[in-house]
C-alpha cells in the first residue's frame, strides 16, 4: 500500500459526459502528480501541483482541469469525454524537496462508451 | 519535452537468467534516473535510482548503470524469477524551481518463464 487513495477505482461513462477523479495523496506530502495510462502511449505526464500552486503542465487537454486544494487532496476534472478518453489515470504524490520517489495510488480506470 | 527510448518492449527470460533494459535520452540537464516497477493492476513503484554522480548502483539481485556520456542508463535483474514478471519504466526527471516532472519510457513487459 502506497499511501496513495485514488476514487473511484473504476468508471464508466458515456461519450459527452463530465466525469471526476479524486487523489488523496500520503500524509505530509505536500506534491500530487496526474498520469494517464495508455496502451499505446505509456504513461504520460498531465500535471504537477504543489500545496495548492500548479507547477507543471504536461500533455493535458483542454477539456482536462486539475485543482489541489488545502487539505493537499486533488481533483482531476475531465468533460466532454471522447472514446479515446479512455484509459487508467494515476496520482501519485512526493514530498517534492528534491528529486525523489513518487508514491503512486492504484489508479482510476475510466472507460467511455 | 524530454524524450526516453526505453527497450526491448518486450522480454521473455527463463526463470534464472538475467534481464538488462536499456533507455537513452537526449537532455544532458537530467540528474535523475528511476526504475519503477508496474504489476498487473497496480500504480507503479520504484525500484532503484541512480544519480548523475554516480555510475552503477546495485540492490541485491537489482542494479542501475547510467552512462551520462552516451546519455543512456539500463537496468539489469539477475537470478530472474517468476515474480519479477512485471512492466518495467525506466523515467528521468527535470525540474527546477518547485517543478518536478518524471517523464517515463514506454515500459518493457517482462516475463520470466519457470
Known amino acids: 500500500d502506497s499511501g496513495v487513495t485514488q476514487t473511484p477505482k473504476h468508471l464508466i461513462t458515456a461519450t459527452g459526459q463530465r466525469v471526476t477523479l479524486r487523489c488523496s495523496p500520503r500524509?505530509?506530502?505536500?506534491?500530487v502528480y496526474w498520469y494517464q495510462q495508455s496502451l499505446d502511449q505509456g504513461l504520460q505526464f498531465l500535471i504537477q501541483y504543489y500545496n495548492g500552486e500548479e507547477r507543471a503542465k504536461g500533455n493535458i487537454l483542454e477539456r482536462f482541469s486539475a485543482q489541489q486544494f488545502p487539505d493537499l487532496h486533488s481533483e482531476l476534472n475531465l468533460s466532454s469525454l471522447e472514446l479515446g478518453d479512455s484509459a487508467l489515470y494515476f496520482c501519485?504524490?512526493?514530498?517534492?524537496?528534491?528529486?525523489?520517489?513518487?508514491?503512486f495510488g492504484e489508479g482510476s480506470r475510466l472507460t467511455v462508451l | 519535452g524530454e524524450n526516453v527510448e526505453q527497450h526491448p518492449s518486450t522480454l521473455s527470460v527463463q526463470e534464472g537468467d538475467s534481464a538488462v533494459i536499456k533507455c537513452t535520452y537526449s537532455?544532458?540537464?537530467?540528474?535523475?534516473f528511476p526504475w519503477y516497477k508496474q504489476e498487473l493492476g497496480k500504480g507503479p513503484q520504484l525500484i532503484i535510482d541512480?544519480?548523475?554522480?554516480?555510475g552503477e548502483k546495485k540492490d541485491q539481485r537489482i542494479a542501475v548503470t547510467l552512462n551520462k556520456t552516451a546519455k543512456h542508463f539500463s537496468l539489469h535483474i539477475t537470478e530472474t524469477q517468476p515474480e519479477d514478471s512485471a512492466v518495467y519504466f525506466c523515467?528521468?526527471?527535470?525540474?527546477?524551481?518547485?517543478?518536478?516532472?518524471?517523464?517515463f519510457g514506454k515500459g518493457t513487459k517482462l516475463s520470466v518463464i519457470p
Open positions: 541512480i544519480r548523475s554522480n554516480v
Open positions: 523515467a528521468l526527471f527535470k525540474g527546477g524551481a518547485g517543478s518536478y516532472q518524471l517523464t
Open positions: 501519485a504524490s512526493s514530498v517534492m524537496s528534491e528529486a525523489g520517489e513518487l508514491f
Open positions: 500524509s505530509g506530502d505536500l506534491s
Open positions: 537532455d544532458s540537464a537530467s540528474n535523475y
